[in-house]
């Protein structure tokens, strides 16, 4: 089982209000890791400035070298701010493209070990980050992904929801918020979401949430576990968030179609509705599911 470690923190950046929260997410894991920070923002292809006439071409250089030169002069400004103040390494890019597909390719390129990005939520206000955007990244990315919005100020986390269904991967993501709750001196909150209607399912189901607490307990991390019954995880992950005032929670996802699982839709709402940061990760298939613990 691959221990997570985060060496290496890439930060989209796109000038917003959430692109700003991100980055002081990012200062403060940057120095409780003693990580590298690369600052990345991507100029949209899809822009007014990149569809300009071919009659226009050569203005339109001019005026994208000109845009490249100012952008780059206040990133380098940023990346000397977070330096000066925090003595991180920090790193900065710009890149052409389609936002999601650039953020995912220099991630690939470098190898980091967590992407932090703000989103603008369901329908977005500007060209850059928006719900879209941050929800193709977290699908597509190769390494786990921190998604804020403009509520989540409060910098660190303390009370961190963990929700488990039924999928054989689903305790996967337990050692990556062991590892967080460990940093951040957390409380993992477990809330296992039950889908299935028999007792007998039902019960089978607690064993093996209650394994995955007593593994995160074994590993001196602090815990709660609450069972509920539904079919909505989304919806059942937001109200929890809200009931115990969390800021975080840690969902798998791009699992395979079933009932109660964290795929598609129950990721994207989960995403875009959360007032609180959410580290989305993607299942390893090759790397299943070890837990072992006291029963």
């Not at 000038?15 to 403060?28: D, N, Q």
């Not at 699992?255 to 299942?283: A, C, D, H, W, Y």
Request: charged share 25%; proline share 3%; with cysteine.
């Amino acid at each position: 089982m691959k221990k997570f470690q985060i060496h290496h923190i890439l930060i989209p950046y796109d000038f917003s209000e959430t692109a700003t929260i991100a980055i002081e997410h990012a200062i403060f894991m940057a120095k409780l890791h003693k990580a590298k920070i690369t600052l990345l923002h991507v100029i949209s292809t899809q822009s007014f400035l990149s569809s300009l006439s071919g009659t226009f071409s050569k203005a339109k250089t001019e005026y994208e070298k000109n845009v490249e030169k100012e952008l780059k002069q206040k990133l380098d400004k940023i990346a000397a701010d977070i330096h000066q103040k925090d003595g991180n390494e920090v790193v900065v890019r710009i890149e052409k493209g389609k936002i999601y597909k650039e953020i995912v390719n220099v991630a690939e390129e470098i190898n980091c070990d967590i992407i932090i990005m703000g989103t603008h939520g369901s329908g977005g206000h500007q060209p850059g980050i928006t719900g879209s955007n941050t929800f193709r990244t977290v699908m597509l990315s190769p390494c786990p992904v921190i998604s804020v919005q403009t509520h989540a100020k409060n910098v660190g986390f303390k009370n961190i929801v963990v929700p488990l269904d039924n999928t054989t991967v689903s305790r996967q993501k337990v050692r990556y918020a062991v590892e967080v709750a460990k940093h951040y001196n957390s409380v993992l909150h477990f809330l296992g979401i039950m889908s299935m209607k028999k007792p007998e399912a039902q019960r089978m189901f607690e064993v093996k949430a209650r394994q995955a607490m007593y593994w995160a307990e074994d590993h001196d991390t602090q815990c709660t576990m609450k069972l509920v019954a539904g079919d909505d995880i989304a919806k059942e992950t937001l109200k929890y968030e809200t009931e115990i005032d969390a800021d975080l929670t840690v969902i798998m996802t791009e699992q395979e179609s079933s009932v109660g699982m964290f795929s598609g839709s129950n990721t994207q709402q989960v995403i875009n509705s959360s007032k609180i940061p959410i580290l989305s990760i993607r299942p390893d298939k090759e790397d299943p599911d070890k837990i072992s613990v006291r029963y």
